[in-house]
């Protein structure tokens, strides 16, 4: 099957309503939630937290197949791309392979070697892994794969974690309470992680950061 088309347009105006659409709908329903406590009040959060997780996984999901797609899309050559892209390109060569030797060593580097001049063929199609549990050494993986650096994000470590955490408990049936203020809080993070992320992303794009320096 030929691969889809992503031009720069395609990449930024995907990032940007996937972006938007989830914005307006996580404010319904965080809207939704009374400011008195109460049984509605906590039952509102409970609603709220799988909703939240949800848009949080989809979009990140969403967002960083696309920038593969566009960075597969360029069929650069393998000397001009990061490692990361590089192992995508070549990794299905290697499947099952069992490199024991030095002389199956010296093969797989002469191989490599030889294909540094020639032009890649990324992996796009179930490469990015949420493993529906998106906590933040997921993310990280994920982050390691596209190119973009961990640093910016590491602050949100233990948000991300606990994001994950409620959302389990609350989708296996147990009872949680978390108070309205910390979930306001949960909530306004990640939405300016998924708004980091999409910057990231677009700046990523425009740099041509997918490249070796």
Not at 31 to 56: M, T, V
Not at 98 to 120: A, G, P, R, V, W
């Amino acid at each position: 099957m030929a691969r889809r088309r992503i031009t720069f347009d395609n990449l930024t105006d995907t990032i940007v309503d996937s972006y938007s659409w989830r914005r307006k709908e996580l404010k319904i329903v965080k809207d939704f939630i009374p400011n008195e406590k109460g049984p509605k009040q906590n039952a509102s959060i409970r609603f709220a937290i799988p909703i939240l997780y949800a848009h949080w996984e989809g979009f990140v999901k969403n967002v960083t197949e696309i920038y593969l797609e566009y960075v597969a899309n360029k069929y650069l050559n393998h000397n001009q791309l990061k490692p990361q892209f590089i192992a995508l390109s070549l990794s299905k060569h290697f499947a099952g392979a069992e490199i024991k030797n030095i002389e199956d060593k010296t093969k797989t580097i002469q191989f490599l070697t030889d294909q540094l001049d020639k032009k890649s063929n990324i992996l796009t199609k179930n490469v990015i892994q949420t493993k529906s549990n998106l906590k933040f050494s997921v993310f990280r993986e994920i982050l390691f794969l596209i190119g973009i650096e961990e640093n910016d994000f590491i602050q949100y470590k233990s948000l991300i974690d606990d994001l994950v955490t409620f959302r389990n408990n609350i989708a296996h049936g147990e009872y949680m309470y978390v108070d309205l203020i910390a979930f306001e809080n949960i909530y306004e993070q990640i939405e300016i992680v998924m708004n980091l992320l999409k910057t990231k992303i677009e700046n990523s794009a425009v740099t041509e950061s997918f490249k070796i320096a």
